[in-house]
């Protein structure tokens, strides 16, 4: 039997179940990789993936490298802000006419993500109404575009040179904008998986060597323009090796790698430690094989393939019933492993991404060996959520 089973279930003995948990040595063996592969870059913390503000305080103090988050929605950033969170570069466009007037208040400490025209136009409207001046950040698109294929995805439409200066043109009739970052997310490379795929592995490749050159000369044009970048942004977990050797970059954005969830299971070129769970009570026994746990239906977001569905992980030897899924309430189980399993047992599983099953959870315990360290809240724990 596993021993991970074992000291999880004896730390989680008198917790309440479904519960939700990091196992803490995993989770600083995930921040050390990150610090061993961060070259001489400093990595922001993408805060979609982290979801609990203690865990992000734990990140942040464990190394120097780590600076700033990316957040996911200005509401977050304003309130990150008003507990003492600095440099927050937002990760995404921005639309909301009151949250922005809250920032134009005191816009310190957040920088705002655009890529069109329209949001030029909407933040110097309210930054000269408001009297006062944002920082801006511009995403430059680097996927790859090969016949009936576009490799990588859909945000900016900043794709060639021709395209930075139309921005940069733009940009000239805001004075109250100050851009001082530019942010290029190489999902290709990032977000992809590529273990079980030749062809993946190939095209990152080609990919890779593209999109390095190109975001060197977005970079050069806009520094030739007159802008002082004291930001260079770029990557993700899935990129981190290739993204930190980059010299025109300043900066990495992780998160999926501090909890590791599965999806971060299938690359090739480096391994993770499994940090965050959850576990799920064996309330029935239909059949002589399958045990139905309370709760468990925590699916991840993007296109719906069966990979998003949650892993049961621990005890060894349980699957997900091909008809049922993982269930609104409940999840029958098939299981054909050795340990003998009865009704109260738990079973511990994985999520597909990192920090979605926050959602689902109002705090995390932190164990470490067969104890209880401590628990925190996640966000929704803290009474919010952003998105
Ligand atoms: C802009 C941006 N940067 C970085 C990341 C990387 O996050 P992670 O390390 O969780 O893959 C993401 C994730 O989607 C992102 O949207």
């Known amino acids: 039997m596993s021993p991970l089973y074992s000291q999880f279930t004896e730390a989680l003995s008198s917790s309440s179940s479904p519960g939700l948990f990091i196992d803490q040595e995993a989770l600083d063996k995930n921040i050390k990789w990150v610090v061993s592969n961060a070259g001489s870059k400093k990595i922001r913390i993408a805060t979609k993936s982290i979801r609990s503000v203690e865990i992000l305080k734990y990140i942040l103090q464990s190394n120097s490298i780590f600076q700033g988050l990316m957040t996911y929605s200005l509401e977050e950033a304003l309130w ?114 590529d273990d079980s795929s030749k062809l993946i592995q190939a095209l990152k490749k080609l990919s890779l060597n593209q999109l390095q050159k190109r975001r060197e000369q977005f970079v050069k044009l806009i520094q030739k323009a007159g802008h002082n970048l004291a930001i260079v942004n770029g990557g993700g977990t899935g990129s981190l090796r290739h993204t930190t050797k980059e010299s025109v970059v300043t900066e990495v954005t992780v998160g999926s790698a501090f909890y590791a969830p599965v999806l971060f299971d299938h690359y090739v070129d480096f391994k993770l430690t499994p940090a965050m769970f959850f576990s799920a009570p064996i309330v029935r026994k239909p059949t002589e094989s399958i045990y139905t746990v309370l709760g468990g239906g925590y699916i991840a977001s993007g296109s719906t393939d069966l990979i998003k569905q949650p892993t049961p992980y621990l005890p060894e030897g349980l699957t997900l019933l091909k008809h ?61 959520c952003f998105l």
């Open 80 to 193: 990150l802000r008003s507990l003492g969170f600095k440099d927050i570069l937002m990760g995404y466009p921005t639309w909301d006419r009151n949250q922005l007037i809250d920032l134009a208040k005191n816009p310190s400490d957040i920088i705002l993500m655009v890529d069109r025209i329209e949001h030029l136009e909407l933040l110097e409207d309210l930054a000269q109404r408001h009297q006062c001046h944002f920082s801006i950040c511009v995403d430059i698109d680097l996927s790859m575009d090969l016949p009936g294929l576009r490799f990588g995805v859909y945000r900016s439409k900043i794709h060639t040179p021709t395209a930075v200066k139309k921005f940069l043109h733009h940009l000239r009739n805001s004075p109250h904008l100050k851009l001082v970052g530019v942010m290029g997310y190489e999902a290709q490379i990032a977000g992809v998986m």
């Open 324 to 384: 049922e899924g993982a269930g609104e309430v409940q999840t029958p189980l098939k299981y054909i492993g050795k340990k003998k399993l009865s009704v109260g047992d738990l079973v511990i599983f994985r999520h597909a991404k990192a920090a979605e099953v926050c959602e689902r959870f109002n705090q995390i315990t932190l164990i470490r060996k067969n104890q209880i360290e401590n628990v925190v809240k996640t966000y929704r724990g803290e009474g919010k």
